[in-house]
């Protein structure tokens, strides 16, 4: 059974950094590709960014530059690395596997960037 456990998140301020953790259990994180989510209130869930079994990484443009997708694959882990976080970043955050063209989620980490 894959399960998804994602961690990391919390209070920041504007300018501030988190990492978020994605434990992956059940499914093999480098052998498939993963990806963050985030949606803010009122709005779609909306994609962040992606790794690939290959390791190849994309990220939206309202990331780019300040986030980062990796993964420890002794640790079956998924990581994204926020830096120069504003308050636009504020959502939750959703790790997802695609495997065979099926979709898990994990259940979610708040981020909130306030002053």
């Known amino acids: 059974q894959v399960q998804l456990v994602e961690s990391g998140g919390g209070l920041v301020q504007p300018g501030g950094s988190l990492r978020l953790s994605c434990a992956a259990s059940?499914?093999?994180?480098?052998?498939?590709?993963m990806a963050w989510y985030r949606q803010a209130p009122g709005k779609f869930r909306e994609w962040v960014a992606d790794i690939t079994s290959g390791g190849t990484t994309n990220s939206a443009d309202s990331v780019k530059g300040r986030f980062t997708i990796s993964r420890d694959n002794a640790k079956n882990t998924v990581y994204l690395q926020m830096n120069s976080l504003r308050p636009e970043d504020t959502a939750v955050y959703y790790c997802k596997a695609t495997r065979f063209l099926r979709e898990y989620w994990g259940q979610g980490t708040q981020v909130t960037v306030s002053s």
């Open positions: 059940g499914i093999i994180v480098s052998a498939n590709t």
